[in-house]
């Protein structure tokens, strides 16, 4: 059963920062690659970013890209989401996820982040 819990969420005016940290056993970070996502109220799951675990490779959503740095810290088995210049819109509740094959199959429980205007 893989393990991922998030934390760092929180409340920020717009135009800030916020990093958000995905702690993950030892087994699903060397097993998994990883990534982030976010649901705000009403709406569905969206991914945000994801980080290879071979060769740290990223990818992002185009919402975020420029605003927002994916990273991992393989000794921790940590992955981070470092974002910037955040949105009202940017207000949701974040997750950590493994990808198994094609599909993100494991989730942690969530940050929330609220952006305020």
């Known amino acids: 059963q893989a393990q991922l819990a998030e934390s760092g969420g929180g409340l920020v005016q717009a135009g800030g920062s916020l990093t958000l940290s995905c702690a993950a056993s030892?087994?699903?970070?060397?097993?998994?690659?990883l990534g982030w996502f976010r649901q705000a109220p009403g709406k569905e799951r969206e991914f945000v970013a994801s980080?290879?675990?071979?060769?740290?490779?990223?990818l992002y959503a185009d919402s975020v890209k420029g605003r927002v740095t994916i990273s991992s810290d393989t000794a921790r088995k940590m992955v981070y989401l470092q974002m910037h210049s955040l949105k009202p819109e940017d207000t949701a509740m974040y997750y950590c996820?493994?990808?198994?094959?094609?599909?993100?199959?494991?989730w942690g429980q969530g940050t929330q982040v609220t952006v305020s205007s």
């Open positions: 996820a493994a990808r198994v094959g094609a599909q993100y199959t494991y």
């Open positions: 980080i290879s675990r071979i060769d740290k490779s990223t």
């Open positions: 030892e087994l699903t970070f060397d097993s998994y690659p």
